[in-house]
């Protein structure tokens, strides 16, 4: 602005930017849908994109609340979400596995936000950031259906007596158009009609201390891939009491 005058003058510069690949660089690869409840595989991969070593680093996860971890290669040096990365060769990787389920509703999007910087005030801190990497995951409605049944020796029954063999029949079906790995299926049975020592499901694991039954990819193989429209069957033995006030 000119002195003793109301007129304004400006000047626009205009400068180039070129935006570089960040020198130690993070990623995280995994489901971007998941079922509700469902384990998921995430890698978290450290590249070092420099010509020279890289100095020590630290790898921090931020997780949803309602993330429930399984498993974790390496484990975690501090809080089950911090990790030290040693130095890097040029191009070198570290790359950190974690397995869990998010629990939540139909449709909700979560957020996992891993980052990577130098070490802060202690080797389990992060200092300044070198870079992050943001991955939403979708929670759907399972796509494995079920039918459940009860017989006894009579046939299909609402009701059952003192003294019968009822057999639980469970029908599962994947009603997606993709594969589903590493199914686990668990059954819980309670009240007091059941003879819970004599109860035999053939396949899986019973612990008659819980009264449960785990199906899962160990102990049934066919679990580990249910393919799109598979379907399968499960059958437990449930002898009845053969008296007493039960339900």
């Keep these: 602005k000119v002195a003793g005058s109301n007129a304004i003058f400006s000047k626009v510069v205009t400068t180039s930017t070129v935006l570089k690949t960040p020198q130690i660089a993070v990623h995280i690869d995994g489901p971007e849908t998941l079922s509700v409840g469902q384990n998921g595989t995430f890698v978290i991969t450290v590249k070092n994109n420099s010509a020279t070593t890289s100095l020590p680093s630290v790898l921090q996860l931020t997780l949803p609340n309602t993330f429930t971890m399984q498993s974790q290669e390496p484990k975690a040096d501090a809080k089950g979400v911090v990790w030290n990365i040693s130095p890097l060769a040029p191009g070198g990787i570290a790359t950190t596995t974690i397995i869990g389920s998010i629990a939540g509703t139909q449709g ?80 819980s049975i309670s009240g007091e009609a059941a003879l819970y020592k004599k109860i ?48």
């Design 108 to 187: 909700e999007t979560t957020v996992m936000k891993a980052l990577i910087g130098s070490e802060g005030n202690s080797k389990t801190s992060v200092g300044v950031v070198y870079s992050s990497h943001v991955m939403d995951v979708k929670l759907r409605k399972s796509p494995l259906n079920f039918v459940v049944t009860l017989e006894t020796e009579s046939g299909a029954a609402d009701k059952i007596r003192y003294g019968d063999r009822s057999v639980l029949t469970i029908t599962y079906v994947n009603t997606s158009n993709k594969a589903m790995n590493d199914v686990k299926l668990d059954l």
């Design 200 to 247: 035999n499901p053939f396949e899986g694991d019973y612990d008659s201390i819980k009264q449960t039954i785990l199906w899962n990819s160990v102990n049934v193989p066919k679990l580990k891939s249910v393919g799109p429209l598979e379907s399968g069957v499960f059958r437990v033995s449930i002898p009845i009491v053969t008296s007493g006030s039960n339900s």
